[in-house]
């Protein structure tokens, strides 16, 4: 009797689950149907008028304007990149409604250990855009070529101080000197909070040289104050100020670099959330909208969705390889 009775329990248990399973599929169905459904965070982790400002209300203009998404966006800044991933991974991972936009700037803190969290902390969605750097000079240098500031560097590392942002910036500059083959650790860098600050010493003549994303110092290129040796990407760039300025690899030395920017969601993201946005921001790129702001702010077109945890997987060695390089690494615990 009790065999019977333990058979008749099991069946009900198993239908139970099977409904408890139909209930959450069916759910499930609904919830990726209706989604966003209701209004979207869009994090930039950093100040207003910060490249990851600049990124993501680029795109929550391109998505309103072209109707791809009806759901309301709303921007929030935060202090800084540290603090703003860290807000990110302890408090929205597991938000479906919440993405923000990340950079080879969360590589680089995760490198030099300021924070523990990198993209595997994340669930990284898709690259949209990469950020390109030139080798600036005051209109009047000397240095023709970026040649002439390399032979400088060499036979004088010391007396040939430079300046330039304290993070990326400081990346491409490290990449790009130890790769010509410059003793880097000697080099007298001069760090700023970014490309305008960074120029002032050039401009006075303190450094020699700047090392920044283009879009930073664009005004006093355009103005005659600044000159260009070198830009990074793969190509020559675009536009009457840039056709003709050869790219690092033009000048001898065997790199290709930028400054990616990616959107990401929380770790727990809903594979139903990633697909929409993976979509939703494949058709965004192809806009005349979206193509206006990359047109606007120079930026490279560069979207990857297939193969992004790869790509990041494989910056993150290179970038803390430069990070050794510079002496900025420090072990980064969670």
């Not at 609904?30 to 994090?43: E, W």
């Not at 020559?236 to 990401?264: H, Q």
């Amino acid at each position: 009797m009790k065999t019977v009775q333990h058979r008749v329990y099991r069946v009900w248990i198993v239908a139970a689950l099977l409904l408890i399973g139909i209930g959450m599929g069916a759910a499930g169905a609904v919830l990726a149907a209706d989604y966003p459904g209701k209004s979207m965070l869009m994090i930039a982790p950093s100040k207003p008028g910060s490249g990851f400002d600049t990124t993501m209300r680029a795109v929550v203009l391109a998505l309103t304007q072209e109707k791809l998404v009806q759901a309301p966006m709303t921007v929030m800044n935060m202090a800084g990149s540290v603090p703003g991933t860290a807000q990110i991974v302890l408090r929205y991972s597991n938000d479906p409604n919440m993405i923000a936009v990340m950079s080879t700037t969360g590589s680089l803190n995760y490198a030099t250990g300021l924070s523990p969290y990198y993209h595997k902390d994340w669930k990284p969605i898709a690259r949209l855009i990469s950020a390109y750097y030139g080798i600036f000079v005051r209109q009047d240098s000397p240095y023709k070529n970026l040649g002439d500031l390399i032979k400088d560097l060499k036979n004088n590392p010391g007396g040939t101080p430079l300046s330039g942002g304290y993070s990326d910036d400081r990346l491409c500059y490290g990449a790009l000197f130890s790769k010509a083959g410059v003793d880097i650790t000697k080099i007298n860098y001069a760090a700023f909070a970014g490309g305008v600050e960074s120029a002032g010493v050039v401009l006075e003549g303190s450094a020699k040289a700047l090392v920044s994303t283009i879009d930073d110092v664009m005004g006093l290129l355009e103005s005659k104050q600044l000159r260009l040796l070198a830009v990074s990407p793969g190509k020559r760039m675009e536009g009457p100020l840039l056709k003709d300025i050869p790219t690092f690899r033009e000048a001898g030395v065997d790199l290709e670099w930028d400054n990616f920017r990616y959107i990401l969601g929380g770790k727990g993201m809903p594979d139903y959330a990633v697909k929409y946005w993976q979509g939703t921001l494949t058709k965004m790129v192809k806009t005349p909208t979206w193509q206006g702001m990359i047109k606007k702010y120079r930026w490279g077109d560069s979207l990857l969705v297939e193969g992004i945890d790869k790509f990041l997987d494989e910056k993150q060695v290179v970038i803390t390889d430069v990070v050794k390089k510079l002496g900025m690494d420090k072990k980064a615990k969670k």
